[in-house]
């Protein structure tokens, strides 16, 4: 001890531009909290006897030489965002650190034992001087087992895997910024690394081991992964904003549903509900879509922002996974919510016109975000396909009549419980056929929710729209955009969407609505595959909740948008880029007819686009599937059928097939509207993540201002745009009258 006073008083942390493509560095969950020891103590050169701290903390805390004792961590304004690993042969030693580099915790990892995962994370938060120490006594004290070893920078721990024999950590390598909600960042996974945790990682069966690790790599994390550190991706941003004053049925801390590695998060440490998930440094990732761009109107600036959860239950390849299990999961789950934002203010409220009592500045929540959430799956009834022929469209076939569709009515409670009432059910698949084939689940399905809507009570029956889509865009009889425009503004009304303040007071005059808005209830959209048909249903529900949104945040003097203007044509790419991820991600090609089919505007190369997608289709499904599957059943943690363990689903009520709380309103306004105030003055510090005043940034590396927007003429990058006023791009694009400009 007698070398500490010559510790630097700060943490020295390699250099992360070469790993981290974001070109912003940001921290971890604000609501997240600490693994619990699963040692009383960390047993290296320094010891612990403090029965409080349970740490090494305790040996620091006592020297004269440290400024402070080392503070317990408050979730609401730490976050970590850097990682460093230290390793030798005995143990691996992570460092996480916040923003600013004020603010330090450390984790050990034993490497000794190849079976047993050991973790102790300290409980004590520490400073830059106070780590430098810490860390400078383990080189000391680790000299004879290779000190602590180079340091290795990384922005999380995407989990753990074991095989055959010992463990494996997943760490997330490389990241880059996609989206900025309320002052967090969302982040897409880069690049992983898979590191042995045992230093003599001995294996018995070496060909079994790589076997597996080569089907568990199928599963590439380096596309359509995100994760954020601030902000709970895995729920919609109602449900963030408003937990606290949600029904207990509906408040989690993660939905560990759209948690695809919720598997590695929770195995390692022996339970399925483990604190571990919600650890500051291990990152739950949601595997889907998300997209953002900029909207400019007449110099106000809006953020759209689009999120695709995919579920992690019953999922798999397009003829693998079809209908629901016995738990009532459908293949082909996804939630998509769709965000407009105007960036007056970056995080989620304003200042207050009143300081509070304690004189604070008061906070209020800001009106100027919105939220519109909608769902699509597979028909939530048993059928399959089999695909042991060489067929493009195998035959379906419902192998399972179960006459009280216990299924679905599993699904259905299950969507009640997270979205409340109404639901209102949009099927498109088709009515007539020559060949008997998609019309079979057409009649099983409306037996099903008539059946389940009988024993409901009628004001929280579901909505049931059947509609032949296919059929109606080949005979032209109908058109098809204008008839879902007028089944998604229904929607929309029933549901309503999440608005986080009051609308502008032009609209209270006109006694429109003065408080805050929120969506109970949701559309469930479904075709037989939910792809092609399914996203340029939503597409059309989208643009007409954009509409909506706008007008909320008066931006618009009518919800009615017209379609060709930037903002329809940028959310059109935007539910194309949306589509096809889900599409490579279910059957692996892209979306076959997009928006300009339903439309009758087709491309000029549309149909030999069409023709290789649907061959790269038939070739993925027929060839490709099988080990796909296995991949993702290795990364889910699914058991095989015949080593399954699983115990069969208790048989429910055939009457009462539903419970009573779930029927109950979703989200109460006025508790929502407390819930949102208790938010902000808790847990909104948006500059945890965002406000770095030190770090000196050129403004083309900013994220906001970099983002895909209207303003960017195509074949133009940003620094070509000119913003003189005769200029008729200018005018074209922010200067028509607010009906048609954007």
């Known amino acids: ?24 560095v940001t921290p971890i969950s604000q609501h997240s909290t600490p693994l619990p020891s699963t040692a009383a103590s960390i047993h290296d050169t320094v010891s612990s006897k403090s029965k409080d701290t349970q740490s090494i903390s305790t040996t620091l805390a006592a020297q004269p030489s440290t400024s402070k004792t080392p503070q317990p961590r408050s979730d609401d304004s730490l976050a970590f965002n850097k990682f460093i690993l230290y390793e030798n042969r005995l143990r691996f ?37 106070q780590m430098s120490a810490m860390l400078k006594m383990l080189e000391d ?23 055959t024999a010992g463990w494996y950590m997943i760490l997330i390598a490389k990241r880059s910024v996609v989206a900025l909600l309320g002052g967090h960042y969302v982040y897409h996974c880069e690049s992983t690394d898979i590191v042995p945790v045992s230093f003599n990682h001995k294996i018995d069966k070496p060909a079994e081991e790589q076997r597996l690790m080569n089907i568990f790599k199928q599963v590439d994390m380096t596309k359509n992964f995100y994760f954020s550190y601030t902000y709970d991706l ?70 759209i922002t689009l999120i695709a ?28 919510e769709q965000i407009v934002s105007e960036t007056l203010t970056t995080p989620f409220y304003y200042p207050a016109s009143k300081d509070t009592s304690d004189g604070k500045q008061g906070r209020r929540p800001s009106p ?61 698949i088709k009515k007539r056929e020559p060949q008997p084939r998609e019309s079979k689940l057409l009649e099983e399905y409306t037996q099903c929710v008539r059946y389940l809507n009988q024993f409901l009570p009628t004001d929280k029956r579901m909505i049931y729209r059947a509609w032949d889509m296919a059929r109606a865009y080949k005979e032209k009889t109908q058109d098809v955009i204008s008839y879902l425009e007028d089944i998604a503004e229904e929607s929309i009304q029933m549901t309503g969407f999440f608005h986080t303040g009051p609308e502008p007071f032009s609209h209270y005059l006109q006694n429109e609505y003065d408080t805050m808005s ?126 399954s363990t699983r115990a069969a689903p208790q048989r429910g009520n055939y009457q009462k097939w539903f419970k009573d709380e779930h029927l109950q309103t979703a989200y109460p306004l006025e508790d929502c509207e407390q819930a949102v105030n208790q938010y902000l003055s808790t847990r909104g510090d948006y500059w945890i993540e965002y406000y770095r005043p030190l770090l000196f940034t050129s403004l083309g590396k900013h994220f906001a201002f ?3 927007s209207t303003l960017k003429l195509p074949g133009l990058g940003s620094t070509a745009i000119t913003f003189d006023s005769s200029s008729k791009y200018n005018v074209r694009l922010t200067g028509r009258p607010l009906g048609t400009s954007i």
């Not at 500490?4 to 070109?23: A, E, K, M, N």
């Not at 990152?283 to 997209?291: A, E, K, S």
């Not at 959860?309 to 009532?328: C, I, M, T, V």
Request: hydrophobic content about 35%; overall charge positive; charged content about 20%.
């Open 1 to 24: 001890m007698a070398n500490q006073q010559s510790v630097t008083s700060t943490l020295h942390i390699p250099q992360v531009s070469s790993t981290d493509s974001s070109g912003t």
């Open 93 to 129: 030693y992570v460092v996480a650190s916040n923003t600013s580099d004020s603010r330090h915790r450390i984790i050990k990892i034993d490497r000794t034992s190849q079976d047993e995962l050991d973790v102790v994370e300290d409980e004590a938060t520490y400073s830059g001087k």
């Open 141 to 163: 004290g680790n000299k004879g087992c290779g000190g602590l070893g180079k340091a290795r920078v990384f922005f999380g721990v995407a989990g753990f895997i074991k095989f």
């Open 234 to 303: 895995t729920s919609t941003l109602q449900h963030n904003l408003t937990r606290s004053g949600l029904s207990p049925c509906r408040r989690w801390n993660m939905n560990d549903r759209f948690a695809w590695n919720h598997h590695l998060l929770t195995t390692a440490f022996g339970t399925t509900s483990a604190p571990s998930s919600k650890s500051h440094w291990l990152v739950p990732l949601i595997h889907g879509h998300v997209d953002q761009a900029k909207l400019t109107v007449l110099g106000r600036v809006v953020f």
């Open 309 to 336: 959860r995919r579920s992690r239950h019953h999922a798999g390849a397009r003829y693998l996974k079809r209908g629901a299990n016995d738990e009532g999961n459908v293949a082909n789950e996804v939630e998509t």
């Open 368 to 428: 100027n975000y919105t939220s519109y959430v909608q769902y699509r799956g597979s028909i939530p009834v048993f059928w399959t396909q089999e695909v042991t022929s060489m067929v493009p469209k195998p035959p379906i076939e419902i192998p399972v009549m179960d006459p009280f569709y216990t299924a679905a009515a599993r699904h259905f409670d299950d969507l009640f419980r997270r979205y409340g009432s109404p639901i209102m059910i949009l099927n498109l």
């Open 518 to 643: 929120v969506q109970n209830g949701i559309c469930r959209t479904n075709c037989v595959d939910c792809l092609d048909r399914t996203n340029a249903a939503q597409f059309v529900f989208g643009k007409r909740a954009l509409g909506h949104q706008l007008y909320a945040l008066g931006i618009v003097d009518t919800p009615n948008l017209a379609f060709d203007s930037d903002a329809v044509n940028m959310l059109t790419e935007m539910y194309h880029d949306h589509g096809d991820s889900l599409a490579l991600q279910y059957t692996g090609s892209a979306l076959v007819n997009r928006v300009e089919t339903y439309r009758r505007m087709p491309h000029w190369n549309s149909h030999s686009r069409d023709i290789i997608e649907n061959l790269r289709r038939f070739y993925a499904n027929s060839l490709l599937d099988a080990d796909k599957q296995t991949a993702i059943n290795l990364f889910l943690g699914v058991p095989a059928e015949k080593t």
């Open 706 to 708: 970099s983002m895909n």
